[in-house]
C-alpha cells in the first residue's frame, strides 16, 4: 500500500489520497450489486481502518480531517439487503427465465428442451447438474418447478439481510434449519452464506463509526468522542486507555457487538511499540 510509504515520508496527506483512492474503488465494486462485490466492498473498507489504527499517531489531525470527510462524500455503499435482491433476480431469477425460454424454444420437443436446460444447469452448477434434474423428475417441467421452488427462500435471507445484531443469531439459527430441512438441492447450492455476510457488514458499518470517533476523540477530546454513537449500541462507544509496550500506547473503542458475539472493538495506536 503506497500509503504505508507517504506515512513512513511524513507526507500524510498523500497517505489520505492514496486511502480515500482504496475506499472509492471499494465502494465502485460494491456497484456491482453480488453478495460477492458487497462482502469485497466491506474488505477493503475494514482494511483502511485497521490500517488507520495501527499508524494513528503518523497522521496528522488535518489529515484525519480529511480522510473522514472524504470517506463521507464517497459513493454510497451496497448492503447485503440489495445484494439479496440482485442475487434473486440476476441470478435465481435469470435461471429460470432461461430455463422456461429453453422449453418454449425447443417446440414441445422434451428431449431437446431437457438437453438445452441440461446443458445451463451444467453451466451453473457444473457436475451437480445431473442429480438436480434426477431429482426435479427427469421432465423439463420438473426442472423448471423445481427451481422455481428456490425463490421463497431468498425472503428467508432478506431477514437475515436485515437483522440486528441482536437478532442475528437467532435468524441465523432458524433460516439454517429452514435450508437444512428442505430437500431440494437447489437450496442449499445456489443460497449463499448471508448470515455471515451481515455479520460483517454491521462489523464494517460499526469500524466506520469508531473510525470517525476517534478522529473526533483526537480533535475534540471525550466531547468529541461523545458525539458520535455506537450505530448499534444506545450510546458513545467505550473508550480504553491502552499503556503497553506489547500492544502500543493509544486507546480501544469497544462497541456493544462485543457482547453479541461479533468483532466490537478497534484499537487506535498513538504511539509505534517499543522494540
Request: proline share 3%.
Amino acid at each position: 500500500m503506497r500509503a504505508r510509504v507517504a506515512l513512513a515520508q511524513g507526507r500524510a496527506p498523500d497517505a489520505c489520497e492514496d486511502l480515500l483512492a482504496a475506499f472509492i474503488l471499494g465502494r465502485n465494486i460494491g456497484v456491482h450489486g453480488s453478495l460477492v462485490s458487497v462482502m469485497v466492498q466491506a474488505d477493503y473498507e475494514r482494511r483502511i481502518v485497521e490500517f488507520v489504527g495501527e499508524n494513528f499517531f503518523r497522521f496528522t489531525p488535518e489529515a484525519l480531517a480529511t480522510l473522514v470527510n472524504g470517506i463521507e462524500s464517497a459513493p454510497k455503499r451496497t448492503n447485503v439487503s440489495q445484494a439479496m435482491d440482485m442475487e434473486k433476480t440476476a441470478f435465481a431469477g435469470w435461471i429460470i427465465g432461461r430455463e422456461q425460454d429453453l422449453r418454449v424454444a425447443a417446440g414441445g420437443d422434451e428431449q431437446k428442451a431437457l438437453a438445452a436446460i441440461s446443458e445451463l444447469l451444467r453451466y451453473v452448477q457444473g457436475e451437480d447438474a445431473e442429480k438436480i434434474i434426477q431429482a426435479a423428475g427427469g421432465t423439463s417441467a420438473g426442472v423448471i418447478a423445481y427451481t422455481s421452488d428456490v425463490m421463497p427462500f431468498y425472503d428467508v435471507m432478506q431477514s437475515l439481510a436485515t437483522a440486528s445484531p441482536q437478532n442475528l443469531a437467532g435468524v441465523t439459527e432458524r433460516a439454517a434449519k429452514l435450508i437444512e430441512g428442505n430437500t431440494n438441492l437447489l437450496v442449499s447450492l445456489i443460497l449463499p452464506n448471508v448470515g455471515s455476510a451481515r455479520g460483517r457488514e454491521v462489523e464494517t458499518l460499526t469500524r466506520l463509526a469508531m473510525l470517525r470517533a476517534a478522529v473526533a476523540y483526537r480533535q475534540r477530546g471525550i466531547a468529541g468522542l461523545n458525539s458520535v454513537r455506537d450505530p448499534f449500541g444506545e450510546g458513545p462507544f467505550e473508550l480504553r486507555r491502552m499503556e503497553s509496550d506489547a500492544a502500543g500506547h493509544g486507546f480501544e473503542l469497544q462497541s456493544k457487538l462485543g457482547r453479541l458475539g461479533l468483532n466490537g472493538v478497534q484499537m487506535f495506536k498513538e504511539q509505534p511499540i517499543a522494540h
